[in-house]
């Protein structure tokens, strides 16, 4: 089945520096890479996501790429804020009814 | 619109007992699917229903099932509870599938087994 590892477990970062979050997947018929950001007691909520057919997305202060031949995807948050600070998921889902995958999360902490 | 509604909020249960855990999906989305948080392990897939069909299951023994009712509702139920199944359980839901879309999550059953 599909493994998908995600590093660092931890990171912290100074206000308005750049965070990055790497994950790696093994399936290759992968082709949906969501990104989850789940605040301290709440729930996961979906933060940007990219399908196999496209390299790098941007959102305002956030970005992804992939990397299909590499099987690996990134998270870029430029200027961190604060509020940035929460848990981060990436996620992988392949198979003909998209069976997921997730990362084991990122504790993101933007110092102020 | 409403967003995804799990109930109860939290649950504690004694080692042996069995637990049901509901969720009610946005209205209109179709597939419902099933989550096991822990601080250790992260985000476990534990199983996806659509139109009241068990599509995909991962890696968790029989003790855990589930069911959908024609009104796209969900319940996971957990059997012979063991101290391990203490977590949050999330659903999330979706228009269509298990993940080719954004899925929408509730806001958890946190078990504890003592």
């Known amino acids: 089945g599909e493994n998908v590892e995600q590093h660092p477990s931890t990171l912290s970062v100074q206000e308005g520096d750049s965070a990055v979050i790497k994950c790696t997947y093994s399936?290759?018929?992968?082709?949906?890479f969501p990104w989850y950001k789940q605040e301290l007691g709440k729930r996961p909520q979906l933060i940007i996501d990219i399908r196999s057919n496209v390299g790098e997305k941007k959102d305002q202060r956030i970005a992804v790429t992939l990397n299909k031949t590499a099987k690996h995807f990134s998270l870029h948050i430029t200027e961190t804020q604060p509020e940035d600070s929460a848990v981060y998921f990436c996620a992988a889902t392949s198979g003909g009814y998209q069976k997921v995958t997730f990362g084991t999360g990122t504790k993101l902490q933007v110092i102020p | 619109k409403a967003g995804v509604t799990q109930t109860p909020r939290y649950l504690i249960k004694t080692r042996g007992q069995q637990v049901t855990l509901s969720c009610s999906p946005i209205s209109g989305h179709r597939s419902v699917s099933w989550y096991q948080q822990t601080p250790g392990q992260g985000l476990q897939f534990l199983f996806e229903?659509?139109?009241?069909?068990?599509?995909n299951k991962g890696n968790f023994p029989g003790r855990f099932s589930g069911r959908q009712f024609s009104n796209s509702r969900s319940e996971m139920n957990v059997s012979t509870l063991e101290l391990g199944d203490s977590a949050l359980y999330l659903c999330?839901?979706?228009?269509?599938?298990?993940?080719?879309?954004?899925?929408?999550f509730g806001q958890g059953t946190r078990l504890t087994v003592v």
């Open positions: 999330a839901s979706s228009p269509r599938g298990s993940f080719d879309t954004e899925a929408f």
């Open positions: 399936d290759s018929a992968s082709n949906y």
């Open positions: 229903y659509f139109s009241e069909t068990q599509r």
